[in-house]
Nanobody, 116 residues
Framework: QVQLVESGGGLVQAGGSLRLSCAAS????????MGWFRQAPGKERGVVAR????????YYADSVKGRFTISRDNAENTVYLQMNSLKPEDTAVYYC?????????WGQGTQVTVSS
């Protein structure tokens, strides 16, 4: 079982930056691939970025490439999402995800609102 707690969301003006954090419980954090997903009102939840267990491989949705950076600190059981050059269309609830095989865990989400 993995418990995930996101933090760092908030209200920011377009062009600004935010850094999301996701703290994970348990001693097996380093064995999980981690990801950030987001869900805007009236839309389905979709992947934003993912990172493998070691941090050596990352994936980004086309809409955030070059603006967002995912990273992890296995010693601190934490995954981060640095978000720069934010746009109003980035407004959503951001969720942290841990995945290992068929095991899939979600955090409660953190709201990010970008004003124009």
């Amino acid at each position: 079982q993995v418990q995930l707690v996101e933090s760092g969301g908030g209200l920011v003006q377009a062009g600004g930056s935010l850094r999301l954090s996701c703290a994970a419980s348990g001693r097996t954090f380093s064995s999980y691939a981690m990801g950030w997903f987001r869900q805007a009102p009236g839309k389905e939840r979709g992947v934003v970025a993912r990172i493998n267990w070691s941090g050596g491989t990352t994936y980004y949705a086309d809409s955030v490439k070059g603006r967002f950076t995912i990273s992890r600190d296995n010693a601190e059981n934490t995954v981060y999402l640095q978000m720069n050059s934010l746009k109003p269309e980035d407004t959503a609830v951001y969720y942290c995800n841990a995945n290992r095989g068929s095991a899939n865990y979600w955090g409660q989400g953190t709201q990010v609102t970008v004003s124009s």
